[in-house]
C-alpha cells in the first residue's frame, strides 16, 4: 500500500469532507495529504486558510485544466446541484454538462483516481422522477451511471446526523466508489447526543423588546423546546397572541384563536366555498359560529382583526401556478401567519435535537443560558456538525451561520469514508 494516501478537495466550503476523511485515515494509521483544494466564496476561503494556513486555495474549479492538478488517490466533493433542473428539461439528463457534477466528472475521468466520496442534499435522490414509484429520480440515475461508465464501482444511501452522535436532524445523500469493490454503507453502529452534550453555558444573553416580552409571560424552563409561530397549535408552540404581542386578548379571544387555528385547516371549508383546499382558510361569521359560540362574537373578531391577529379577506383561489384572491366569494377571518413571523422560530430545549440547520433558519434558533436566551454561538455550530474542538471559524457570526448552514457532517463523512478506506486497504491500493 502506499505510505501516504493523497485527495482532492473540491466544492470544499470550510473543509468538512476533508476533516471527515482524515479523522478516517487517522483512525486506520493512514498518513493523508490534501494535494488540492477548490473553493470560490470568499469567506469560506478565509475560514480553509485559517485551518490549513500553508496551502493554497485554488478558486473556480470550472476554469481549472485537470492536467495541473497533482496525482491523487481519492477525490471529495460537495458538489452543488442546482443547474441540474433546466439541464434536465433541456437534455433530459442525458448529459452532464452544464452542471458542477460535470466537473467532478471530467477530473475523475482524466486523473482516474482509486475512488471518491461525495456528498449531496437529500432532494437529489428524488430530483426530476417520472413515477413516484421509481427509487430515483433522473438526475440520481444520471449521475450514477456516468460514474459507472468511467469504471467505477458505485454505492449511495441517505444518512441521517442524528444516528451519528451529533444532535441534529440532518440528511443526506452520501455517493462513494473505488475501482476495486463496491463499498459497504450499511449497518453503522449507531449513537446519539442532545444539545446539552454540545452547548456552552454563562454566554451573554440577548435583549429585545420581543424578547423582554416573551420572558415576561414565560419561564425559562416553559421556553424549552418550545416553537414560536402562528401557523400551528399544540402545547409546544407559542402563538402571538399568548405574549399579547400586538395587544392585549382576553381568555375569550384567545379560546377563538386557538379554535380558528384547527378549524381553518379543515377541507370541508373549501367544499363550503367550492374552491380547491388550501392550508389555512379565511372562516366566515357564520362558518365559525358553527365551532365557537359567544353572544359577542363578531365584535371578538373585528378587534382582533383592528389588532391585526386576524385577517379579514377572500378565500383564494387556484390561477396557473399561484393563488390570488377570489373576491366574489364572501370574506372571512384568518389567521395572520408567516414562514419568519418572529425574531425567534424555536427556543431548543437541552434534551432536544436540533432541526436541519440552514442559515436562515439559523438566525432564529435560539437557546436558553442562565436567566436569558441567545442565539448559538458558532462553536456550538460547529459542534452541532461534529467538527473538533480545534476547528477555528473566525469569521462574523452570520457569515458562519451561512458557511455551516452548507457544510458536511463530520462523523458522518469519517464512518463513511472508513468503508471506503477499508476496500483500499484491503486491496493494498494496486488496483489503480
Request: hydrophobic residues 35%; aromatic residues 10%; neutral net charge.
Amino acid at each position: 500500500m502506499n505510505k501516504s494516501i493523497k485527495f482532492i478537495d473540491l466544492f470544499a466550503g470550510i473543509g468538512g469532507i476533508r476533516k471527515g476523511f482524515e479523522i478516517a485515515c487517522e483512525r486506520k494509521n493512514i498518513a493523508s495529504e490534501c494535494v488540492f483544494t477548490s473553493e470560490i466564496k470568499p469567506y469560506a476561503v478565509e475560514v480553509l486558510k485559517q485551518n490549513h494556513p500553508n496551502e493554497k486555495i485554488y478558486g473556480d474549479i470550472t476554469q481549472i485544466d485537470a492536467k495541473i492538478i497533482p496525482d491523487f488517490d481519492f477525490l471529495l466533493a460537495g458538489f452543488p446541484c442546482q443547474a441540474f433542473s433546466s439541464a434536465g428539461k433541456r437534455l433530459g439528463f442525458s448529459d452532464t454538462r452544464g452542471t458542477l457534477f460535470f466537473e467532478v466528472e471530467r477530473i475523475l475521468k482524466e486523473k482516474k483516481p482509486y475512488g471518491f466520496v461525495l456528498e449531496n442534499v437529500e432532494g437529489l435522490v428524488n430530483h426530476d422522477r417520472e413515477n413516484p414509484k421509481d427509487k430515483m429520480g433522473r438526475t440520481l440515475s444520471t449521475i450514477l451511471r456516468h460514474l459507472e461508465d468511467l469504471g467505477y464501482k458505485v454505492t449511495w444511501k441517505v444518512l441521517n446526523a442524528k444516528y451519528f452522535g451529533v444532535p441534529q436532524e440532518r440528511k443526506r445523500i452520501y455517493i462513494v466508489g473505488t475501482i476495486c469493490d463496491y463499498p459497504n454503507l450499511s449497518s453503522f453502529n449507531h449513537h446519539s447526543k442532545v444539545l446539552g452534550d454540545i452547548l456552552e453555558t454563562g454566554l451573554e444573553t440577548e435583549h429585545s423588546e420581543f424578547i423582554d416580552n416573551l420572558l415576561s409571560h414565560y419561564t425559562i424552563d416553559e421556553l424549552e423546546g418550545k416553537s414560536i409561530k402562528d401557523k400551528r397549535g399544540g402545547e409546544n408552540n407559542i402563538h402571538s397572541w399568548d405574549i399579547e404581542m400586538k395587544g392585549s386578548v382576553s381568555r375569550e379571544q384567545r379560546d377563538l384563536l386557538n379554535c380558528m387555528l384547527k378549524e381553518r385547516r379543515k377541507k370541508k371549508w373549501a367544499e363550503e366555498y367550492g374552491i380547491d383546499w388550501m392550508d389555512g382558510m379565511p372562516l366566515t361569521l357564520e362558518n365559525i359560529r358553527s365551532f365557537y359560540y359567544h353572544p359577542e362574537l363578531e365584535e371578538l373578531l373585528n378587534d382582533l382583526v383592528k389588532k391585526k391577529y386576524l385577517r379579514y379577506e377572500h378565500p383564494k383561489k387556484k390561477v396557473d401556478n399561484h393563488r390570488e384572491y377570489d373576491t366574489s366569494l364572501p370574506k372571512g377571518y384568518n389567521i395572520v401567519a408567516g414562514k419568519m413571523s418572529f425574531e425567534i422560530s424555536r427556543i431548543m430545549g437541552r434534551d432536544d435535537i436540533a432541526p436541519t440547520l440552514v442559515a436562515m433558519d439559523m438566525q432564529h434558533l435560539y437557546v436558553t443560558d442562565g436567566s436569558g436566551v441567545r442565539k448559538l454561538s458558532l462553536r456550538e455550530g460547529l459542534r452541532l456538525f461534529g467538527y473538533p474542538d480545534d476547528y477555528k471559524l473566525n469569521v462574523e457570526r452570520n457569515l458562519g451561520y451561512d458557511l455551516l448552514g452548507n457544510t458536511v457532517v463530520v462523523p458522518v463523512i469519517a464512518e463513511v469514508s472508513s468503508r471506503v478506506l477499508d476496500i483500499y486497504c484491503s486491496d493494498g491500493g494496486t488496483s489503480k
